[in-house]
């Protein structure tokens, strides 16, 4: 263990030198055109004349913005499972498995040796922040609580597979690393979510855990079973982890979730870490404090292209990169990477808050707005509001979702319903109102067309719910657990009566 502690505090050395003077642009610019030269050959690149292109603008004006829709149509149903020389050089042997948040639809996205690579590097890149923030860093010196996916795989033909990112990244780490991580194989492998978090809960605190990672509302799950399953030892990181330094976050919001780790984790040692890792590319690391921007990681198999929200959809959007990009825009995220995609459109939006180095907060999903009524809403503004609200309220949220009342379902305006679990407490009526006006008020400073028509919208409205409520939508929907995750804003009216039927019904279960 020390051994590795030591390997990793020089690579983290070299690697924060190396960083101190990378040119972002130079950077991303290497990147593409290697690219490039490595696909030249497949049909993609034959058939967008990959071996004539030379710069950015090039490589812009022949490769238009793509869906995986559009690849899947174009490039990859036809031969899939077996994708040999189609949009990146080799056969593509594994495929990482979408968790569909919005529509429930599973996507194949090609995972290639090369991306492995780049995602391991992602993740000591993780470390390398983290140690220099901590120099006396003993991360190292236990082992790595991921709560990921389940790490089975299905077979599509020989040799081929496909799975949960986090899960197949549990299966391919080297064996030299795997001692290190928990939970065991055995355990990794469960696909019934329930028994798999009862078994990590009975057992992790016997470990030297000194890192935990996951998304946030699963990792509250956890924390909760935790607690239940060793209910002599207290309800704090310290009781169960004394050595716990490090908690890494990614996938959602935290802001909603910010008190409750805070509490989680006060007296321990630990310090929360977001990353952003997608199955398409690990995209960036929070290089300084909570909320203050993650850092691109322009150098490492990916090429980022952004378009701003307002032209997504249009014939021929503005297609900025990292030479032209503006603080405090709204954009679609775009990549290319050494997996073969080009062009694609991720379905995530950023906002910079910096440039050099880049650094960009997560605003939401291009498919995570709100417009029933003209309001425009996007996922920051709510997720804001909402973490404003239950702060000045002192309530924990453990998940939650936002949707469309329509006139004349439940009133004769409309309006927004908040389905909210909450975890520290079941608030009264008037607790609940007092929180659908606050959000009310916050969203009417952060979004002038929300102002404009929330006169004519009745104030939201907060539906609380039984704990488990979302954990068991999601089961119902087979979604539970590893990367899927509770949509935020749903403007699909089906998939909102839905979740409201469901709710509904857990709340009078419950009395």
Request: glycine share 10%; net charge neutral.
């Amino acid at each position: 263990m020390q051994l590795a502690t030591s390997l990793i505090r020089a690579y983290a050395r070299r690697r924060l030198a190396r960083l101190s003077t990378l040119d972002p642009v130079a950077a991303q610019e290497r990147e593409l055109l290697g690219l490039v030269s490595r696909a030249r050959n497949t049909a993609f690149g034959r058939d967008h004349r990959f071996a004539e292109i030379g710069d950015v603008a090039a490589f812009q004006d022949r490769v238009p913005i793509r869906t995986y829709e559009d690849f899947w149509r174009d490039y990859w149903s036809a031969p899939f499972p077996r994708l040999t020389d189609v949009t990146w050089p080799g056969l593509v042997r594994l495929y990482a498995i979408t968790s569909g948040t919005t529509t429930g639809a599973s996507k194949y996205i090609p995972l290639t040796r090369g991306q492995q690579r780049a995602n391991s590097r992602a993740a000591l890149e993780v470390l390398v922040h983290h140690i220099a923030a901590r120099p006396n860093s003993q991360v190292l010196g236990g082992k790595a609580l991921m709560l990921g996916g389940s790490s089975a795989l299905t077979e599509h033909a020989p040799g081929i597979f496909s799975g949960d990112l986090s899960g197949i990244v549990a299966k391919n780490r080297p064996w030299w690393a795997r001692s290190r991580y928990f939970p065991p194989p055995d355990i990794a492998l469960l696909g019934d979510w329930d028994v798999k978090l009862s078994r990590i809960a009975a057992l992790a605190p016997g470990e030297d855990i000194r890192s935990i990672s996951g998304t946030p509302s699963w990792l509250v799950f956890l924390i909760q079973a935790l607690i239940e399953a060793h209910p002599d030892r207290g309800q704090r990181a310290v009781d169960f982890f004394p050595e716990l330094e490090l908690l890494v976050h990614g996938a959602v919001n935290f802001g909603p979730y910010e008190a409750q780790f805070a509490d989680f984790l006060a007296g321990s040692r630990a310090e929360t870490r977001e990353v952003y890792p997608a199955s398409e590319g690990f995209i960036a690391v929070a290089d300084r404090g909570n909320g203050e921007g993650l850092r691109l990681m322009v150098d490492n198999g990916l090429f980022f292209e952004f378009i701003p929200m307002e032209e997504l959809g249009s014939p021929k959007p503005t297609r900025h990169w990292l030479a032209n990009v503006e603080t405090g825009v709204n954009y679609a995220i775009v990549l290319s990477s050494n997996a073969g995609l080009w062009g694609y459109l991720i379905g995530d939006t950023v906002r910079f808050v910096d440039r050099r180095p880049p650094r960009v907060l997560i605003t939401g999903r291009t498919s995570y707005f709100l417009s029933a009524f003209g309001e425009h809403l996007i996922a920051e503004e709510v997720e804001t509001a909402m973490a404003a609200a239950t702060r000045e309220a002192g309530l924990m949220v453990g998940d939650y979702a936002v949707g469309a009342l329509f006139p004349g379902e439940e009133d004769p305006l409309g309006g927004h319903l908040y389905i909210v679990e909450f975890t520290n407490a079941a608030p009264q009526a008037e607790t609940l109102a007092t929180l659908g006006d606050h959000i009310n008020t916050t969203l009417r400073d952060l979004n002038d067309d929300y102002r404009g028509h929330s006169s004519a919208l009745h104030a939201p409205r907060i539906l609380s719910v039984p704990p488990g409520t979302f954990a068991g939508w999601m089961r119902k929907r087979g979604k539970l657990g590893g990367q899927n995750k509770v949509p935020r804003l749903v403007s699909d009216r089906d998939l909102f009566t839905d979740l409201k039927d469901y709710a509904r019904q857990a709340l009078a279960s419950r009395g």
